[in-house]
């Protein structure tokens, strides 16, 4: 996992609520076994009408979303499956940060291993972003904040262990892996 | 003075949490299938690494496995090769790291939280894992059961561990005698509505009172199946005499003199009296009906005789948008193309005996397309053993091979754009059962009712 400090872009806003995980990346996509190239999958059937042609209203599609890194959303986004392949998607598409009032506990996990942020803000603070789409705003992954055009800097909770996973670019299961000793003198004062 | 969670909590832990690493938790069952597996072992190849503990693994297939019924498991038509690819991918990688795979033609094959529990490889006071959310599931016997991703999967596969900080607690308590007609799939889709489908965020629910104690292990799993769809992390109930007797005798379970200590010790796993939770939920059963979703998530739910709410909401309105409703009246009278039986939610045995008492006698609605998959080769079994598929033929439904079909939908089961199904699964999602497809949650007897009238259906007023 590459070293996660600092996101500087401008939003792309999905305003809708509850946006589970089959809508990130449906079913039919998850036959893949590998994390790689499913960007062109995120979203699927709201980026595109049933017949398959490009739903010119959906956020992601508009002109000004190109490049966009950081995705504004309705409450309780990454609901519903624990698929990995929502974070693995998202990122393979560009997006570095979500921010909602409510972020799925399994998606929010799934997200930090890899490098996704989740940014959970208050409700003033959602309410200005869903209605200012496309302002440019930095999320310190450091500080826990992020900072809003007119300077207005925002804290956010993150788990710390997590954040210094993501800062420094380190993967969980080094860690795990250094605990061997003691996964075996639990398993031994079990049996 | 400590909660069920508490118990299983302390007695899982590595090393303990501090405010700046998590827990190092142990896992005593990891359940493993084809579709969130490959890049786990593709981690583990990469990185020179062994599965930690192949004998506290169990793999299966189930997800993107045909459920087309077959002669011989070699015929099987898989929908793509992508899929293909993931099936043969899931044979080689247990071949290579030495795990038993229940595979295609093995006798207890199935959909990974209906097979836990019927080997009794699920138990009390187990922590059990799998890349999957409903392993809530398994939470029905006293075990702390959640749902991991990929990455996850990966750490359990190399260190038998996960990394985690302590959830809070819900008590969902209900009370009450159920009325007739209603069961166990009223009771979880009623509490989603209560609480919202964010309602458990960051909480275990635990399910107590005397509503929950009467329930017989197969409906105790339905209700825990469906705590992440109140966004709860796992969903449990401290085991009792029903879950012992269940589990006595299984291939799995303590055996001889090993059962009666763990029963034991098993009969230590409730809350105690004075234990306090973080949030608490009261529900009477008496006054509960057949339920039944009117929107794209399970939190949008009624009695089946309520009209369907209005909200300005534009997420709500978006959500009636697509399954064709209106507002002020009742989802009844709705006309059915597709019934699906099945799912980790209601793929039981006592499930499809639900479905197949209030169809028996008469016939599948003309233009109605009516799939019932049993969740395992088992629950095939039993069932063909009891007579069901017969029933199910005779009605005119079709009588699969086990699998998660269209409850997710990838294996080529789907309801085509714009069709109403009412489903015994567990997710309403736009496109979850195909693209385009309207879902209808409900109980297996309100799914089989709807299937006879081909409109969506009160199981009581059909006799
Ligand atoms: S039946 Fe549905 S919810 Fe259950 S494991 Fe299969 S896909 Fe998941």
Same mark, same amino acid.
């Given at each position: 996992?590459?070293?996660?400090?600092?996101?500087?872009?401008?939003?792309?806003?999905?305003?809708?609520?509850?946006?589970?995980?089959?809508?990130?990346?449906?079913?039919?996509?998850?036959?893949?076994?590998?994390?790689?190239?499913?960007?062109?999958?995120?979203?699927?059937?709201?980026?595109?009408?049933?017949?398959?042609?490009?739903?010119?209203?959906?956020?992601?599609?508009?002109?000004?979303?190109?490049?966009?890194?950081?995705?504004?959303?309705?409450?309780?986004?990454?609901?519903?499956?624990?698929?990995?392949?929502?974070?693995?998607?998202?990122?393979?598409?560009?997006?570095?940060?979500?921010?909602?009032?409510?972020?799925?506990?399994?998606?929010?996990?799934?997200?930090?291993?890899?490098?996704?942020?989740?940014?959970?803000?208050?409700?003033?603070?959602?309410?200005?972003?869903?209605?200012?789409?496309?302002?440019?705003?930095?999320?310190?992954?450091?500080?826990?904040?992020?900072?809003?055009?007119?300077?207005?800097?925002?804290?956010?909770?993150?788990?710390?262990?997590?954040?210094?996973?993501?800062?420094?670019?380190?993967?969980?299961?080094?860690?795990?892996?250094?605990?061997?000793?003691?996964?075996?003198?639990?398993?031994?004062?079990?049996? | 003075?400590?909660?069920?969670?508490?118990?299983?909590?302390?007695?899982?832990?590595?090393?303990?949490?501090?405010?700046?690493?998590?827990?190092?938790?142990?896992?005593?069952?990891?359940?493993?299938?084809?579709?969130?597996?490959?890049?786990?072992?593709?981690?583990?190849?990469?990185?020179?690494?062994?599965?930690?503990?192949?004998?506290?693994?169990?793999?299966?297939?189930?997800?993107?496995?045909?459920?087309?019924?077959?002669?011989?498991?070699?015929?099987?038509?898989?929908?793509?090769?992508?899929?293909?690819?993931?099936?043969?991918?899931?044979?080689?990688?247990?071949?290579?790291?030495?795990?038993?795979?229940?595979?295609?033609?093995?006798?207890?094959?199935?959909?990974?939280?209906?097979?836990?529990?019927?080997?009794?490889?699920?138990?009390?006071?187990?922590?059990?894992?799998?890349?999957?959310?409903?392993?809530?599931?398994?939470?029905?016997?006293?075990?702390?059961?959640?749902?991991?991703?990929?990455?996850?999967?990966?750490?359990?596969?190399?260190?038998?561990?996960?990394?985690?900080?302590?959830?809070?607690?819900?008590?969902?308590?209900?009370?009450?005698?159920?009325?007739?007609?209603?069961?166990?799939?009223?009771?979880?889709?009623?509490?989603?509505?209560?609480?919202?489908?964010?309602?458990?965020?960051?909480?275990?629910?635990?399910?107590?009172?005397?509503?929950?104690?009467?329930?017989?292990?197969?409906?105790?799993?339905?209700?825990?199946?469906?705590?992440?769809?109140?966004?709860?992390?796992?969903?449990?109930?401290?085991?009792?005499?029903?879950?012992?007797?269940?589990?006595?005798?299984?291939?799995?379970?303590?055996?001889?003199?090993?059962?009666?200590?763990?029963?034991?010790?098993?009969?230590?796993?409730?809350?105690?009296?004075?234990?306090?939770?973080?949030?608490?939920?009261?529900?009477?059963?008496?006054?509960?009906?057949?339920?039944?979703?009117?929107?794209?998530? @399970? #939190?949008?739910?009624?009695?089946? %005789? !309520?009209?369907?709410?209005?909200?300005? &909401?534009?997420? *709500?309105?978006? /959500?009636?948008?697509?399954?064709?409703?209106?507002?002020?009246?009742?989802?009844?009278?709705?006309?059915?193309?597709?019934?699906?039986?099945?799912?980790?939610?209601?793929?039981?045995?006592?499930?499809?005996?639900?479905?197949?008492?209030?169809?028996?006698?008469?016939?599948?609605?003309?233009?109605?397309?009516?799939?019932?998959? @049993? #969740?395992?080769?088992?629950?095939? %079994? !039993?069932?063909?053993?009891?007579?069901? &598929?017969?029933? *199910?033929?005779? /009605?005119?439904?079709?009588?699969?091979?086990?699998?998660?079909?269209?409850?997710?939908?990838?294996?080529?089961?789907?309801?085509?754009?714009?069709?109403?199904?009412?489903?015994?699964?567990?997710?309403?999602?736009?496109?979850?059962?195909?693209?385009?497809?309207?879902?209808?949650?409900?109980?297996?007897?309100?799914?089989?009712?709807?299937?006879?009238?081909?409109?969506?259906?009160?199981?009581?007023?059909?006799?």
């Amino acid at each position: 996992m590459k070293p996660m400090k600092e996101i500087r872009s401008r939003t792309v806003v999905i305003p809708t609520t509850d946006i589970d995980t089959d809508q990130i990346i449906a079913a039919r996509f998850l036959t893949t076994t590998t994390r790689e190239g499913l960007g062109a999958s995120v979203f699927f059937d709201l980026r595109h009408d049933r017949d398959g042609n490009i739903n010119t209203n959906f956020p992601l599609n508009q002109p000004e979303a190109k490049g966009c890194q950081i995705l504004v959303a309705g409450n309780n986004f990454g609901c519903g499956s624990s698929r990995e392949h929502a974070p693995w998607a998202l990122l393979d598409y560009g997006i570095r940060a979500v921010i909602s009032t409510e972020i799925a506990d399994i998606f929010r996990n799934n997200s930090l291993k890899n490098g996704l942020v989740p940014v959970v803000v208050d409700k003033a603070t959602h309410e200005y972003l869903l209605n200012n789409p496309g302002i440019e705003i930095t999320v310190d992954v450091a500080a826990a904040t992020l900072t809003l055009p007119d300077q207005r800097t925002v804290e956010f909770p993150i788990d710390g262990f997590a954040r210094h996973c993501l800062v420094e670019g380190i993967d969980q299961l080094g860690y795990l892996l250094q605990q061997a000793d003691k996964i075996t003198a639990f398993e031994e004062a079990r049996s | 003075m400590k909660t069920l969670l508490d118990k299983l909590w302390e007695a899982h832990i590595v090393t303990p949490e501090t405010q700046d690493i998590p827990a190092v938790l142990y896992i005593d069952l990891h359940i493993i299938h084809e579709v969130t597996t490959p890049q786990a072992f593709t981690v583990l190849r990469e990185r020179g690494l062994k599965v930690r503990r192949p004998d506290l693994t169990l793999a299966t297939m189930d997800h993107s496995t045909p459920t087309v019924p077959v002669k011989s498991f070699k015929d099987l038509q898989v929908i793509s090769a992508s899929a293909a690819g993931q099936i043969r991918q899931m044979e080689e990688n247990c071949e290579e790291f030495g795990i038993d795979l229940l595979g295609f033609g093995h006798d207890s094959r199935g959909i990974v939280h209906v097979i836990g529990p019927e080997l009794g490889a699920t138990q009390p006071g187990k922590t059990i894992v799998c890349g999957d959310s409903h392993s809530s599931t398994h939470g029905a016997f006293g075990a702390l059961a959640f749902g991991i991703g990929t990455t996850e999967v990966g750490h359990v596969l190399a260190t038998q561990c996960v990394l985690q900080r302590k959830p809070k607690t819900l008590s969902i308590s209900v009370d009450g005698n159920l009325p007739a007609g209603v069961s166990a799939k009223d009771i979880i889709l009623a509490a989603i509505g209560e609480i919202g489908v964010d309602g458990g965020t960051g909480h275990v629910i635990e399910f107590r009172g005397d509503a929950i104690r009467s329930l017989d292990m197969e409906q105790r799993m339905t209700v825990c199946n469906m705590s992440i769809e109140a966004g709860a992390r796992a969903g449990m109930i401290a085991p009792d005499d029903t879950t012992f007797d269940y589990l006595a005798g299984r291939p799995r379970a303590p055996q001889g003199s090993d059962w009666d200590a763990a029963v034991e010790k098993w009969r230590t796993l409730h809350s105690d009296v004075d234990a306090t939770f973080d949030k608490s939920v009261t529900l009477d059963a008496s006054r509960l009906q057949p339920m039944v979703t009117f929107g794209t998530n @399970p #939190g949008m739910v009624i009695g089946i %005789n !309520e009209p369907v709410p209005a909200s300005s &909401d534009a997420s *709500f309105r978006k /959500a009636l948008e697509y399954m064709q409703v209106t507002p002020g009246k009742p989802m009844t009278g709705n006309n059915v193309d597709v019934v699906f039986i099945g799912s980790c939610t209601n793929g039981r045995l006592s499930d499809l005996q639900q479905a197949a008492d209030v169809l028996k006698g008469h016939k599948v609605a003309a233009g109605v397309r009516m799939l019932v998959v @049993p #969740g395992s080769q088992q629950v095939k %079994n !039993e069932a063909e053993a009891l007579g069901l &598929d017969r029933v *199910f033929k005779e /009605a005119g439904a079709e009588w699969r091979e086990a699998g998660c079909s269209m409850c997710i939908g990838m294996n080529g089961d789907i309801a085509l754009p714009g069709q109403l199904s009412v489903s015994t699964s567990n997710r309403n999602f736009e496109g979850r059962q195909g693209q385009g497809a309207r879902t209808v949650l409900a109980s297996p007897a309100t799914a089989a009712a709807s299937a006879v009238r081909g409109k969506v259906t009160d199981p009581r007023t059909l006799v």
